[in-house]
C-alpha cells in the first residue's frame, strides 16, 4: 500500500488531490493545523488525519513520529501547504510580511521534507511533490502571453519561485528520491480567488507526479500540460 501525506489538505487543491490519490489505493494522511477542519476532511475521504503545522517544527517533528508508529513509512510527500499573504502594492509590502508567506511557503517545506526524510528513505519508491505555482516561473510571468504576467505579487511570487530552486537542490542533493515541482495553474481555490480551471484539473499534474515510479523525472517543474519554465 502506497502511503502519502499531503500538507495542508483540508480544503482547496490538497481535499482534491487526496480524494483522487484515496481512490488510486494509497492510504492518505490529510496533514492540518486546524484539527477540526482536518479531522472533517480525513472522515469525508475515509482517510487518515495527522496535526500538523508546517510553520511549527515541534508540530512537523510530531507528525513525523505518530506516522512512523502507525506505519513505519511514507512513500509520498506532497508539500502543498502555502498562504497567498498580504495583496497589498509592492512599494507598500514588509519584511514582516514577506517572513509570513515564506515561513509557511518555503521554510515550511524545508521543515517537513527534513522531518519525514527519514521516513521516505524506508520506501521503495520515494517521491517528494512540491506544489509552486506558474506565478513562481520567470518564464511564465515575463511572457505578455500567459496569465501569470498580469499578476504583481511581491511576496507569493517570490516564494514560489524560491520553491523552484529548492525543488532542483534537493532533487540533485537526493538522487534517490524522485523530487519535482508541479504548477496546478489558475484554479479558483480558497487562497487564489480567481481562476478558471476546477479542481481536478488543478491536481491533474500533482497526481500525475505523486504517482510516478523510480523511473518517473526528477527536478522538473511541470504543469497538467507538460513541463514549464522556471
Same mark, same amino acid.
Not at 507528525?63 to 512512523?68: L, R
Not at 502555502?82 to 502594492?89: K, P, R
Not at 516564494?159 to 530552486?165: C, D, G, L, T, Y
Not at 515541482?181 to 487564489?192: E, F, I, Q, R, W
Given at each position: 500500500?502506497?502511503?502519502?501525506?499531503?500538507?495542508?489538505?483540508?480544503?482547496?487543491l490538497?481535499?482534491?488531490?487526496?480524494?483522487?490519490?484515496? /481512490?488510486?489505493?494509497?492510504? &492518505?494522511?490529510?496533514?492540518?493545523?486546524?484539527?477540526?477542519?482536518?479531522?472533517?476532511?480525513?472522515?469525508?475521504?475515509?482517510?487518515q488525519?495527522?496535526?500538523?503545522?508546517?510553520?511549527? %517544527?515541534?508540530?512537523?517533528?510530531n507528525?513525523?513520529?505518530?506516522?512512523?508508529k502507525?506505519?513505519?513509512?511514507?512513500? &509520498?510527500?506532497?508539500?502543498?501547504?502555502?498562504? #497567498?499573504? =498580504?495583496? #497589498?502594492?509592492?512599494q507598500?509590502?514588509?519584511?514582516?510580511?514577506? %517572513?509570513?508567506?515564506?515561513?509557511?511557503?518555503?521554510?515550511?517545506?524545508?521543515?517537513?521534507?527534513?522531518?519525514?526524510?527519514?521516513?521516505? /528513505? /524506508?520506501?521503495?519508491?520515494?517521491?517528494? &511533490?512540491? &506544489? !509552486?505555482?506558474?506565478?513562481?516561473?520567470?518564464?511564465?510571468?515575463?511572457?505578455? %502571453?500567459k496569465?501569470?504576467s498580469?499578476? =504583481?505579487?511581491?511576496?507569493?511570487? #517570490? !516564494?514560489?519561485?524560491?520553491? !523552484?530552486?529548492?525543488?532542483?537542490?534537493?532533487a540533485?542533493?537526493?538522487?534517490?528520491?524522485?523530487?519535482?515541482?508541479?504548477?496546478?495553474?489558475?484554479?479558483?481555490?480558497?487562497?487564489?480567488?480567481?481562476g478558471?480551471?476546477?479542481?481536478?484539473?488543478?491536481?491533474?499534474?500533482?497526481?500525475?507526479?505523486?504517482?510516478?515510479?523510480?523511473?518517473?523525472?526528477?527536478?522538473?517543474?511541470?504543469?497538467?500540460?507538460?513541463?514549464?519554465?522556471?
Open positions: 500500500m502506497t502511503v502519502t501525506l499531503i500538507t495542508g489538505a483540508n480544503k482547496g490538497g481535499f482534491e488531490a487526496a480524494q483522487r490519490l484515496k /481512490k488510486l489505493g494509497h492510504t &492518505v494522511y490529510i496533514g492540518s493545523r486546524d484539527e477540526e477542519r482536518g479531522k472533517e476532511a480525513a472522515e469525508k475521504l475515509e482517510a488525519y495527522i496535526v500538523l503545522d508546517v510553520t511549527n %517544527e515541534e508540530s512537523v517533528k507528525a513525523a513520529i505518530e506516522i512512523e502507525r506505519e513505519g513509512y511514507i512513500d &509520498v510527500l506532497i508539500n502543498n501547504a502555502g498562504i #497567498s499573504g =498580504n495583496h #497589498s502594492f509592492v507598500d509590502i514588509t519584511a514582516d510580511m514577506m %517572513e509570513q508567506v515564506y515561513n509557511t511557503n518555503v521554510f515550511g517545506i524545508v521543515r517537513v521534507t527534513q522531518h519525514f526524510l527519514p521516513l521516505l /528513505k /524506508k520506501s521503495n519508491q520515494p517521491v517528494i &511533490v512540491n &506544489v !509552486s505555482s506558474g506565478l513562481g516561473s520567470f518564464g511564465q510571468v515575463t511572457n505578455p %502571453e496569465i501569470e498580469t499578476v =504583481n505579487a511581491l511576496a507569493y511570487c #517570490s !516564494s514560489k519561485a524560491a520553491v !523552484s530552486m529548492l525543488t532542483l537542490q534537493y540533485k542533493g537526493l538522487p534517490d528520491i524522485r523530487i519535482n515541482a508541479v504548477d496546478p495553474g489558475p484554479t479558483k481555490t480558497d487562497l487564489t480567488g480567481h478558471f480551471q476546477t479542481l481536478e484539473q488543478g491536481t491533474d499534474a500533482i497526481v500525475k507526479m505523486a504517482t510516478i515510479d523510480n523511473s518517473g523525472p526528477t527536478g522538473i517543474f511541470i504543469n497538467r500540460d507538460g513541463i514549464i519554465p522556471w
